[in-house]
């Protein structure tokens, strides 16, 4: 299965994706390839403060996330690939000085971003809305940007604000936050899974469809549960 889909960046993330959420090994050529390939869609029509871009074909119909939640706005994608494209730069660990300093300057203008936004009042740990606050955090948790221990504080004390009925959050989209909170060591992320773990284990005995999302998502929680 190939892993850079020179058409798509949606594609070439969740392919990516979906090997490192299974552990499937990666030769240190691949890794390059797919870094390479990633920075050359920095700056791109479509970026967002700077980030790697969408291509043409993605902004010509609606995306999923890696859990399967729909991002339906073109600057909803643009952001939320952004922050997962950088965020898959840092798990690739490619040594090329070309990505490191890509992945720097893709880093710097979404720094600005954040200080720009916190100076105005905004709240550390979100930014736009929640459905890319969550990817945020996912960039933050894979050791992204600055004062990631902060903002993801700032962002979870949201988030238990957020609490609605049935062990799940409003707003939020429930299992990309599950797959974020999932990355983040820290008690309170803990604590907002444990507060979820009745509507897993609810969505975990229903039948199996078989779909890679719901392969993903069984995945997950089963994760979930055994640590929470």
């Given at each position: 299965m190939p892993l850079v889909h020179r058409n798509s960046l949606v594609a070439t993330l969740d392919a990516l994706d979906?090997?490192?959420f299974f552990d499937r090994p990666l030769s240190a050529a691949q890794r390059d390839q797919i870094s390479e390939w990633i920075i050359s869609r920095l700056g791109q029509p479509g970026s967002y403060r700077g980030m790697p871009a969408p291509t043409p074909e993605d902004f010509k119909t609606s995306a999923q996330v890696f859990t399967g939640e729909w991002v339906r706005s073109g600057a909803g994608l643009g952001h939320v690939l952004g922050?997962?494209?950088c965020r898959a730069?840092?798990?690739l660990k490619s040594q090329k000085p070309e990505v490191k300093a890509a992945l720097k300057s893709?880093?710097?203008e979404m720094i600005r971003g954040l200080a720009e936004?916190?100076?105005r009042g905004g709240n550390a740990g979100l930014y736009c809305c929640r459905r890319c606050s969550v990817a945020l955090w996912r960039h933050l948790a894979a050791g992204g940007l600055k004062n990631a221990e902060r903002r993801l504080a700032a962002g979870i004390r949201v988030l238990k604000a957020s609490r609605g009925e049935n062990s799940r959050w409003n707003t939020?989209?429930?299992?990309?936050?599950v797959l974020?909170?999932?990355d983040v060591g820290l008690p309170s992320a803990r604590a907002e899974l444990r507060f979820a773990a009745?509507?897993?284990?609810?969505?975990v005995r229903r039948p199996a469809s078989g779909d890679k999302y719901d392969v993903r998502r069984r995945a997950l929680i089963e994760r979930v549960l055994a640590k929470v």
């Open positions: 979906d090997a490192l922050e997962e494209a730069l840092i798990l893709a880093s710097a936004d916190e100076s939020f989209p429930f299992y990309y936050t974020a909170l999932n009745r509507a897993l284990e609810r969505a």
